[in-house]
């Protein structure tokens, strides 16, 4: 067991969150992509205020497929749309299908993950046997089952975006939270006479969070990459919705002729993707750098 | 004469389930601690010590026997019924670096048992409680705010101290609390409870496997093997005449700081810890016993007392004894 | 000078980290002649193991710096060889090591037998045959039964791994062994068996060991010689009489020897050493203790006390000015 000696007379108001911030500062990569991220889901939000929502759907024929200039930073489509602005408004629908779709495939996941590290024995097997089963299922194939059922809109996305996330969220989180249940500190709070609900929330839940946080980043890349892939395929969003994916889709024809069409979208959704891996990994090394070295 | 001890059990056993199979961790233990006193438990890695103290504690169940505090059975109470005696029975636990919230500061961590009773009062009476026990253990008001990782262990150690101090217990298990400190901070530490205990009246039972510790905090120990007591004495009189040969064999095993005694070999033990699933009846230290004989295996060996307060569950140390006592 | 077999001079050891840098080891001197065993005690922090790792050049890549000092082993310096010399010569052939955790020194997915053998293969070219015989002869000099070679290291209690270990250090025969707090992580009686078979091992080997631990009982088993180390100096060094018996003594070993309860006398209270261990981050102008010495003087905080000697026995401490004092500190 490594024991080790720390000094007594650094600062006093060194709360964990504060700690872990320090160190992700520290990370010049997951930093900037941290402010790169804000300012793209500022941009996402507040970009209906300054331009035109029209602009993203009207067709303006005398600029059909302008190479990108001053005007039109990302040149324009074949309908003269300008490029830049649908990938602007685009931001809105990606990063929302991509955020909310995490955020509930987490909490929905974690509830269900808890549950099955509290109770434990038989709940517990249940539980994860079907998180088991639900794993086998390819999730492209779930995903495009699940579209063409409710079809190929939002609504539908999103739901097939959070079933593919559940079973590896309970997963995480009954593990993060059974590793924490057997510290001591627990068993502290279980002598003094705490009840087991208020353990598990304010004791167990608080120390369990870390790598679900890290998880979350990444997991957001990785459903905008999928819900991408699916427009993409023809079976997640339709154009003439900007999603990021959709644009690609629309411009694989053109890709010869008109490249500027399918690679800014494309530049853009890589990007994106990075920086939240980025931050993700920049999060996982500050909240547990003995893993660095 | 004798007060009700504060806690005693009887034939207190605790067996795990491994597939259809008991793993026996506490067999058949019965103690008893006066007011004050502390029993030290000794015992290495898998005898059972740390489980017998979570026994009594109450965090974990035991499968028979009986648990009493100050004369009253707590062994199956309910949750509910036994909130009223978790305010009598604490713990400080071994590893200072676990036993802790990360995300609770120290004022946060030793409220965190006053928060839990009405009776500790408002924020106010709870803020001064803190700060007395911080005083009490030594912990400068400045580290007030300070988490865990900002300290060393002997200071983490302190804060659970003090933590378990918050509601005015009258027992505590210590389960090996200076195990993982140095060995300066281990001194400090060992002396702030000596202290506590003379100040406040409190009883001890100390969990350790390092016998010098407990010859300076105990006033009976108690030796155990695989789950069972093979020796139970007051401290002086088990270091001046341990009669068990695993109590013989431990004591001599520890390396002394005396170059003196460096020529003289220790007395080294052979073999290791048999498994304690299913064990067989008889003495479980047999197959590593060099004075084994008929009488040590086939049936469980009891505890006999065979001077006033001294035990032995020995049958071959016990003859040696009485005839010492006869050749006299 | 010819009996000697390590002679460490002016070491020091950093920690280049992302929160600044640590100095571990500052500017330490240490000789051990053939087929001694010293012994380097200290608490956590005092730079033990740095200085172990730092012999052998098993510092991390990224944080490890050695700035300044010379490892005479066998007189060559071991600082100034490459990395392959360090790796097919030194390594596991001349000088070995074992680590504290049983547990985590042995990969649990390769047999026993076959880990001592990959030892064996490395530092020698004999045939598959010899290299099994040679197994199971190392496997006996500790104690274990030659079948279980076969085995793999999670069906074998902590003290049986640490055998093991052993076993698999001493395969090549090496004129050194350093042993990091080898039995710390195990019980008692388990710890007298391997203390017991690691000092029959030295003699009939005939290697020096350097041991390093905390615990002073073991010093007075097992050592010829110690040297004790505070906040990453070396603050005392002696033979083991001058050590334990002696009348004159750094502050810090008398505060060490006073902390520890003692099995024989009766104590009322243990002298604890108050305050904590300096931060190694800071590079202290003066003597390291003076923080927590209760012989402090005024020169003590500005200035470094030099390493003042009798004989043999060196104490790093002004109140023993009246001495000669010793070589470069």
């Not at chain 1, 830049?84 to 809105?92: D, E, K, N, Q, T």
């Not at chain 3, 700035?67 to 310096?77: A, E, I, L, W, Y």
């Not at chain 3, 001592?116 to 039964?145: C, F, M, T, W």
């Not at chain 3, 003597?287 to 020169?299: H, N, Q, T």
């Amino acid at each position: 067991m490594a024991k080790k000696n720390t000094t007594n007379q650094t600062n006093v108001r060194m709360s964990p969150g504060r700690v872990i911030w320090r160190r992700l500062k520290r990370n010049k990569s997951a930093y900037y992509s941290l402010i790169f991220l804000i300012l793209l889901i500022a941009v996402a939000i507040l970009v209906p205020l300054f331009v035109d929502e029209e602009l993203v759907t009207k067709q303006d024929l005398t600029i059909l497929h302008q190479p990108p200039s001053w005007a039109h930073p990302f040149g324009t489509d074949i309908y003269g749309r300008d490029i830049f602005i649908r990938i602007l408004f685009g931001a809105r629908m990606s990063l929302m299908i991509g955020i909310v779709s995490c955020t509930i495939g987490t909490v929905i996941g974690g509830i269900i993950g808890a549950c099955a590290a509290y109770f434990g024995g038989v709940v517990d097997n249940i539980i994860m046997r079907i998180s088991d089963m639900l794993q086998g299922i390819p999730e492209m194939l779930m995903s495009i089952c699940i579209v063409t059922v409710f079809g190929a809109n939002i609504p539908s996305l999103i739901i097939a975006m959070v079933v593919a996330i559940i079973a590896p969220r309970a997963r995480l989180v009954r593990s993060t939270i059974l590793g924490v249940s057997g510290r001591e500190f627990i068993e502290a709070a279980k002598i003094a006479g705490m009840s087991d609900f208020k353990i598990v929330l304010t004791q167990m839940i608080p120390n369990s969070i870390g790598p679900v946080i890290v998880v979350f980043t990444q997991g957001v890349a990785s459903i905008m990459l999928t819900a991408a892939g699916l427009s993409y395929l023809g079976v997640g969003i339709q154009p003439p919705h900007p999603e990021w994916g959709a644009l690609i889709a629309a411009a694989r024809e053109y890709l010869r002729i008109y490249p500027y069409m399918c690679v800014f979208p494309g530049l853009v959704i890589t990007v994106t993707s990075l920086a939240f891996n980025l931050l993700g990994d920049g999060l996982r090394d500050a909240i547990d750098p003995r893993l660095k070295d | 004469m004798e007060n009700t001890p504060i806690i005693q059990t009887v034939g207190l056993k605790k067996y795990f389930q491994v597939g259809n199979r008991l793993l026996h961790a506490v067999d058949d233990i019965s103690i008893s601690i006066g007011e004050g006193k502390t029993l030290g438990v000794v015992g290495e890695s898998g005898c059972g010590k740390s489980t017998l103290g979570r026994t009594i504690a109450r965090l974990l169940d035991a499968t028979d026997g009986k648990i009493y505090f100050e004369g009253n059975d707590i062994t199956k109470l309910s949750v509910r019924k036994m909130k009223a005696y978790r305010r009598n029975i604490q713990m400080i636990f071994q590893d200072p670096y676990s036993s802790l919230n990360p995300r609770q500061s120290v004022s946060e961590a030793i409220a965190m048992p006053l928060r839990l009773y009405k009776e500790s009062g408002g924020k106010k009476e709870i803020e001064k409680k803190t700060k007395e026990l911080m005083d009490t253990v030594g912990l400068a008001q400045r580290l007030v705010n300070a988490y865990p990782h900002e300290l060393d262990g002997g200071r983490r150690q302190r804060v659970c101290v003090a933590r378990a101090l918050a509601l005015d217990p009258k027992f505590i298990v210590c389960d090996e609390p200076v195990s993982a400190l140095d060995v300066s901070i281990q001194a400090q530490i060992l002396n702030l409870l000596m202290d506590l205990q003379r100040d406040r009246g409190l009883t001890y039972m100390f969990i350790t496997h390092d016998l010098s510790v407990v010859k300076h905090i105990s006033d009976d120990i108690m030796v155990m093997y695989m789950g069972c007591c093979v020796e139970k004495a007051p401290y002086a009189e088990l270091f001046r005449n341990p009669l068990h040969p695993y109590t013989k064999g431990l004591l001599s095993s520890i390396p002394v700081p005396n170059i003196s005694m460096r020529a003289k070999r220790a007395h080294v033990i052979r073999g290791e810890v048999s498994n304690p699933i299913d064990p067989k009846p008889g003495c479980r230290f047999a197959p590593r016993c060099e004075f084994c004989t008929e009488a040590c295996t086939g049936a469980d060996i009891p505890l006999h007392e065979v001077a006033p307060g001294h035990f032995l569950a020995c049958p071959y140390a016990e003859a040696e004894f009485k005839k010492t006592q006869t050749a006299e | 000078m010819s009996n000697e077999i390590l002679r460490i001079e002016d070491l020091a050891v950093e920690y280049h980290t992302t929160e600044g840098i640590v100095y571990a080891v500052n500017h330490i001197n240490l000789e051990l002649n053939k087929g001694e065993t010293l012994g380097l005690v200290g608490e956590t922090g005092a730079g033990k193991t740095t200085t172990a790792l730092a012999i052998l050049r098993l510092l991390p890549d990224r944080t490890g710096r050695i700035p300044s000092g010379k490892v005479f082993f066998d007189g060559k310096n071991l600082l100034e060889m490459s990395e392959e010399e360090m790796r097919s010569q030194i390594r596991g052939e001349k000088i070995s090591m074992i680590f504290q955790d049983p547990m985590t020194s042995l990969n649990p997915v390769i047999t026993v037998g076959d880990q001592i053998a990959e030892a064996i293969r490395y530092h020698s070219n004999l045939s598959k045959a010899e290299i099994n015989k040679r197994v199971d002869e190392v496997l006996q000099l500790v104690g274990i039964p030659a079948e279980r070679r076969h085995e793999y290291p999670h069906q074998f209690s902590g003290g049986m791994k640490q055998r093991v270990v052993i076993a698999i250090a001493l395969s090549c025969e090496p004129d050194l062994l350093i042993a990091d707090e080898p039995t710390t992580a195990l019980d008692v009686t388990i710890q007298a068996q391997v203390l017991a078979m690691m000092d029959d091992l030295r003699e009939r080997l005939g290697m020096a060991m350097i041991m390093i631990t905390h615990d002073l009982g073991i010093v007075a088993q097992t050592c010829d010689r110690v040297a004790v180390m505070y906040a990453g100096e070396i603050i005392e060094t002696g033979s083991l009489e001058e050590i334990f018996t002696g009348e004159d003594h750094h502050p810090y070993t008398v505060g060490l020897f006073g902390a520890i309860p003692n099995l024989e006398e009766e104590t009322e209270r243990l002298s604890p050493i108050d305050g904590l261990m300096p931060d190694p981050s800071i590079q202290q102008p003066g003597c390291p203790f003076a923080d927590r010495c209760p012989k402090c003087m005024d020169k003590c905080r500005d200035t470094h006390p030099p390493v003042y000697e009798t004989g043999t026995h060196k104490i790093a401490c002004f109140l023993y000015s009246d001495r000669q004092e010793g070589g470069a500190q």
